[in-house]
């Protein structure tokens, strides 16, 4: 299994993120934002959390178009996994990877918790180590992460199954409690909490590990 | 040519640095404010001497970085 893990100017959740892909079985490959090409035989692609570009702009517009984004928007338009976390998910919506949009939290102020979340299907690869309607607590750590999308992609997202997870005291006014979205063949997802940051007992909780955990087995039997 | 991009989040899509700028305008005692939106501006200087042509290349910008139409619309002016 051969991930991924791309790394921008301000990234600071990429050497976690491969931490965690490390820990699920994954050879890891660091990846800089200036390259202009992969490394083969790649499995999965990690967009790590930080604040890439100092958040200039808007969060994630100038890191989806670094000249790497263009090979991960290939990749995945080509059936490739791709995650997003965090600062990572907002890069996802700004290549148009994933729909929607994440805006300034509703109360104005920087979040970092730990919060409950309904994992809302486990019919994806990412999802599939959990149980569908299990409840986890995976820290958020944001300050833009109040996803808003029309009523039509709201209405779709829940209809396909899209909506990954829920949180369960919406801690950023994100329509219909939206922490986590899938793309149309399941294959990409883009979550505003850091399951790289709940992978060991030390740090408080492993509910994040089956997300890791449970694509390697997902990727396995594919 | 100079062209100057105003970008504003799309009526309807709550505002919340808005609402917060509106709330602290109220706490100051400015009465009468009904509603606050906050955006940005974006000045460009351009080589570009033709204004229509200016105009169909910031349009590109805007569609492709300057503002997020999914939740933001934008103004052009040339000069």
């Given at each position: 299994m051969r991930a991924a893990v791309v790394t921008f100017p301000g990234s600071n959740c990429?050497?976690?993120l491969a931490v965690a892909f490390e820990a699920a079985g994954f050879e890891v490959a660091r990846v800089w934002h200036k390259d202009t090409t992969l490394p083969d035989g790649l499995d999965v692609i990690g967009l790590p959390g930080g604040f890439s570009f100092g958040d200039y702009l808007r969060c994630g517009a100038i890191a989806a178009n670094a000249p790497i984004c263009r090979e991960v928007k290939a990749f995945a338009e080509r059936g490739g996994h791709v995650l997003g976390i965090c600062n990572g998910f907002q890069i996802l919506l700004e290549t148009g990877l994933l729909p929607g949009a994440l805006m300034r939290n509703a109360s104005l102020h920087f979040v970092c918790k730990p919060v409950p979340l309904r994992v809302e299907t486990a019919s994806s690869p990412f999802t599939a180590g959990y149980g569908a309607g299990t409840e986890i607590t995976i820290p958020v750590a944001h300050h833009d992460g109040n996803y808003q999308a029309d009523s039509e992609t709201l209405a779709r997202l829940a209809g396909e199954g899209q909506v990954a997870f829920r949180y369960l005291d919406n801690p950023n006014g994100s329509a219909g409690d939206i922490a986590g979205v899938l793309s149309e063949n399941r294959r990409v997802l883009g979550m505003m909490p850091h399951p790289e940051r709940a992978i060991d007992p030390l740090h408080g909780g492993i509910d994040g590990r089956p997300l890791f955990t449970g694509l390697t087995e997902a990727?396995?039997?594919a | 040519m100079k062209a100057t991009v105003t970008v504003m989040l799309?009526?309807?899509?709550?505002?919340?640095q808005g609402e917060a700028v509106k709330s602290a305008l109220g706490a100051l005692g400015?009465?009468?404010v009904d509603a606050v939106r906050q955006g940005k501006v974006i000045e460009l200087d351009l080589e570009e001497t033709d204004a229509a042509a200016a105009e169909a290349a910031v349009t590109e910008m805007c569609d492709k970085l300057l503002a997020n139409t999914v939740i933001e619309s934008y103004?052009?002016?040339?000069?």
């Amino acid at each position: 299994m051969r991930a991924a893990v791309v790394t921008f100017p301000g990234s600071n959740c990429d050497r976690d993120l491969a931490v965690a892909f490390e820990a699920a079985g994954f050879e890891v490959a660091r990846v800089w934002h200036k390259d202009t090409t992969l490394p083969d035989g790649l499995d999965v692609i990690g967009l790590p959390g930080g604040f890439s570009f100092g958040d200039y702009l808007r969060c994630g517009a100038i890191a989806a178009n670094a000249p790497i984004c263009r090979e991960v928007k290939a990749f995945a338009e080509r059936g490739g996994h791709v995650l997003g976390i965090c600062n990572g998910f907002q890069i996802l919506l700004e290549t148009g990877l994933l729909p929607g949009a994440l805006m300034r939290n509703a109360s104005l102020h920087f979040v970092c918790k730990p919060v409950p979340l309904r994992v809302e299907t486990a019919s994806s690869p990412f999802t599939a180590g959990y149980g569908a309607g299990t409840e986890i607590t995976i820290p958020v750590a944001h300050h833009d992460g109040n996803y808003q999308a029309d009523s039509e992609t709201l209405a779709r997202l829940a209809g396909e199954g899209q909506v990954a997870f829920r949180y369960l005291d919406n801690p950023n006014g994100s329509a219909g409690d939206i922490a986590g979205v899938l793309s149309e063949n399941r294959r990409v997802l883009g979550m505003m909490p850091h399951p790289e940051r709940a992978i060991d007992p030390l740090h408080g909780g492993i509910d994040g590990r089956p997300l890791f955990t449970g694509l390697t087995e997902a990727l396995v039997s594919a | 040519m100079k062209a100057t991009v105003t970008v504003m989040l799309k009526t309807g899509v709550l505002d919340p640095q808005g609402e917060a700028v509106k709330s602290a305008l109220g706490a100051l005692g400015f009465a009468g404010v009904d509603a606050v939106r906050q955006g940005k501006v974006i000045e460009l200087d351009l080589e570009e001497t033709d204004a229509a042509a200016a105009e169909a290349a910031v349009t590109e910008m805007c569609d492709k970085l300057l503002a997020n139409t999914v939740i933001e619309s934008y103004r052009i002016e040339i000069a």
